[in-house]
């Protein structure tokens, strides 16, 4: 590599660390890509090194398709960004040596994972600390699992149409667990379903007929878990503890997808629980076969048990568990006031409960009985925002047309900018239509990073300044959104 090249590299490097440094904030920075090496470029493909394949897999997944376009925004000589590992890249970044020679295949972890894994670990039990209620004997007591919340119980939970089935498979898995066609039970359907409800049912139930150990996390603890391990050396803690329990369950698995070490972990976890006879609860926002992104042999053990999904409420439910709760409330709520949410907030059963506990509270503290008036007026704000609700799904469909792309290119791979841009304008219209978040955002969009997003974001609001083509463009679909 001749020197200027070379010296013209390491000068994109430093800007895209900068505008890295930017996008993901000081702790995900020192965590994850200050850890990255500056490798060769050959042909047209930039290799980056990273001291471990845990590490490896993380940046790809999480950063990979970022990386991939800053550097082709920085330097049109590199198209394509390889991701090693090499075991000498932390200390020759130190040292300030140049590209090491990659050993691919590395094995165990022995640097140390930092930063961000305690941080976040730490935040995560800060949370739990403030919802925790006291575990009972048999809920694992080491810092593996998350307690249970008491008042997700079965007969809390209000059953209809679109959640029996559901609801018979928690019941029967809470007073046999582990018998055959029943594990793993794989819970999904869309957010504020119950899904959660369910699982500390079937928790709660477990423990307390005894002398059974049932650890309870999301995947997101899961991960953190695993990381937190991985830094302090106790892995094999890690791997007993998880492996001791007679029930383990598994809260929101899509969030797996794309972290692959963890999604190992969990793989060999998984199998050796129910080889030993031990029951699995798992419960994501898709069937097994649609959590596109998680390893096929991992989706392929999901579905091998019961898989039962809750659908969005109808009506009817929405009626009956509004009823139920306006009545454990003790606070009377008229039958119509109940109508009139049932009917306005169709989308969870989350945000249903959120209107009625704002009304109840409401009512107590003016000393007024809730009435339909009262209704309007208290919850105006809440109302406003699910009448003009724009969805994600709305905006690719018009976008897609608007543009004349597929509809299934909003979450494709292709990157040509007929399709790459719409596509962006797509991303940019979600974020400010909608109050999803951008991880939520680049989900929708074939799993794509939260950073893709909030480029997409960026570049919009810029070429609408330069373009006023483009501006006119994202207006017209605005508004017709919008209306
Ligand atoms: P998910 O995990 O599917 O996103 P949750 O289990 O957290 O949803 O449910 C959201 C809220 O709605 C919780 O407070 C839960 O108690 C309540 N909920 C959901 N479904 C029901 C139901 N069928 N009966 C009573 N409460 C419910
Ligand atoms: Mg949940």
Excluded at 46 to 52: A, F, S
Aim: glycine share 6%.
């Amino acid at each position: 590599m001749a020197s200027s090249e070379n010296s013209a590299l390491k000068a994109s490097w430093l800007r895209i660390c900068d505008r890295l440094k930017g996008e993901v904030g000081d702790v995900e920075y020192r965590m994850w890509i200050q850890r990255i090496t500056l490798g060769p470029l050959d042909d047209d493909e930039i290799t980056l090194y990273l001291p471990e394949r845990f590490l490896r897999d993380w940046v790809r997944a999480q950063y990979g398709q970022r990386l991939q376009s800053l550097w082709r925004e920085e330097n049109p000589a590199v198209q394509h960004v390889e991701l090693r590992i090499d075991k000498k890249a932390q200390r020759a970044a130190k040292t300030g040596d140049d590209a090491p020679q990659a050993e691919e295949g590395g094995g165990a972890a022995n640097l140390p994972i930092s930063a961000m894994a305690n941080e976040d670990a730490a935040a995560l039990d800060r949370e739990e600390a403030v919802a925790a209620t006291s575990p009972s004997m048999n809920e694992v007591r080491n810092d593996l699992a998350v307690p249970l919340d008491r008042r997700f119980t079965f007969d809390n939970f209000v059953v209809g149409k679109p959640n029996e089935f559901a609801y018979a498979c928690a019941g029967r898995v809470a007073d046999h667990p582990a018998s055959p066609g029943f594990n793993p039970l794989f819970l999904y359907g869309g957010v504020g379903l119950g899904k959660t409800h369910l699982m500390h049912a079937i928790g709660l139930k477990l423990i307390s007929r005894g002398n059974i150990s049932v650890a309870y996390m999301s995947a997101e603890k899961f991960m953190y878990r695993f990381i937190a391990s991985m830094q302090s050396k106790s892995q094999m803690e890690f791997k007993e503890q998880l492996r001791s329990v007679d029930v383990l369950m598994i809260d929101d698995l899509q969030f797996l997808i794309g972290k692959n070490s963890t999604q190992e972990e969990f793989f060999h976890t998984f199998n050796a629980l129910v080889d030993a006879g031990r029951q699995i609860i798992v419960s994501a926002d898709k069937s097994p076969s649609d959590l596109s992104g998680l390893e096929d042999r991992l989706r392929t053990r999901l579905g091998c048990g019961m898989v039962a999904d809750i659908h969005a409420t109808t009506f009817e439910l929405r009626i009956s568990i509004l009823e139920a709760k306006a009545k454990a409330s003790g606070t009377p709520v008229p039958p119509k006031v109940l109508e009139y949410l049932a009917h306005k907030i169709t989308t969870n059963v989350r945000e249903l409960e959120g209107a009625l506990n704002r009304l109840i509270a409401h009512a107590d503290l003016v000393g007024r009985p809730v009435t339909l008036e009262s209704t309007q007026d208290v919850l105006k704000d809440m109302l406003k925002a699910h009448e003009r609700r724009v969805t994600i799904d709305e905006i690719q469909r018009k976008v897609a047309e608007h543009f004349n792309i597929r509809l299934t290119d909003m979450s494709s791979a292709r990157r040509a900018r007929a399709v790459a841009r719409p596509r962006q304008i797509a991303m940019y219209l979600a974020k400010q239509l909608t109050s999803r978040s951008l991880p939520e955002i680049g989900r929708k969009f074939g799993n794509r990073d939260h950073t893709t997003v909030m480029h997409a974001v960026n570049r919009i609001s810029e070429l609408m300044e330069q373009d006023p083509g483009l501006a006119e463009s994202v207006e017209l679909l605005r508004h017709m959104l919008e209306s």
